[in-house]
């Protein structure tokens, strides 16, 4: 079963503008991973915000993470054709002594217009 | 991608028939996985090692089996396969810190006929 579940499933933006994509999850989680995946290519880690954490930035991303609702939203500035691709969370139910292992969403279908 | 490998990337084969896949690392990294990629469903647990000899099952593991005879090589086997089993495979590793995330191969396009 799914863990994460992204929302929306597909999003169409102009470039220049800001993607927002967002994942609930159902348990309780160690950490929180962003993944993406440009078509027929393996997945590429962005980034990882722990429980403790509320958010995080890497260059043009910012991540944020809402324990209590347990939900979590990546946003994407300034995007650029290149962003286009498939973004999927996934969430790290493990304790820090083993059973570690990523449950993944069904992703988000970014397409940036040029 | 750097330091894990996949073979092969690309099989076609018969229903029925054993195959096994092949993930290589060379990051010493613990951790290692197998997941597989359909349309609608995202990627899904096959199977995972935490260590040599170390496996345990995920989600989907039924019909696959795995082996982990050294700590670079982590072997995911369709006893006989079938239909359902096409797919693309992920092999990904991950260091015991937990703190990079994980590394992906490239993957492997399994058609079965």
């Known amino acids: 079963s799914q863990q994460g579940e992204e929302d929306p499933q597909a999003l169409s933006i102009q470039e220049g503008e800001n993607a927002t994509m967002n994942c609930s999850y159902k348990t309780s989680i160690n950490n929180l991973q962003w993944y993406r995946q440009n078509s027929g290519r393996g997945l590429v880690h962005l980034i990882l915000?722990?429980?403790?954490?509320r958010e995080k930035h890497s260059g043009r991303l910012r991540v944020t993470l809402d324990t209590s609702k347990k939900s979590s939203s990546l946003l994407i500035t300034a995007s650029r054709a290149a962003d286009t691709a498939s973004y999927f969370c996934a969430t790290d139910e493990g304790s820090n002594f083993g059973n570690e292992k990523l449950t993944f969403g069904t992703g988000t279908r970014l397409t940036i217009i040029p | 991608d750097a330091g894990i490998t996949q073979s092969p990337r690309h099989k076609v084969t018969e229903t029925g028939t054993p195959v096994t896949l092949r993930c290589h690392q060379t990051?010493?990294?613990?951790?290692m996985y197998w997941y597989r990629q359909d349309p609608g469903h995202g990627l899904r647990l096959i199977h995972y090692?935490?260590?040599?000899?170390?496996?345990d099952k995920g989600e989907v593991s039924d019909g696959y089996s795995v082996s982990r005879s050294k700590t670079e090589d982590f072997l995911l086997t369709l006893e006989s396969a079938t239909s359902s089993q096409t797919s693309v495979y992920f092999c990904?590793?991950?260091?015991?810190?937990?703190?990079?995330?994980?590394?992906f191969g490239s993957g492997t396009r399994l058609t079965v006929v």
């Open positions: 990904a590793i991950s260091d015991r810190d937990r703190r990079y995330g994980y590394t």
């Open positions: 990051e010493n990294h613990r951790y």
């Open positions: 915000i722990r429980s403790n954490e």
């Open positions: 090692s935490y260590g040599v000899k170390d496996t």
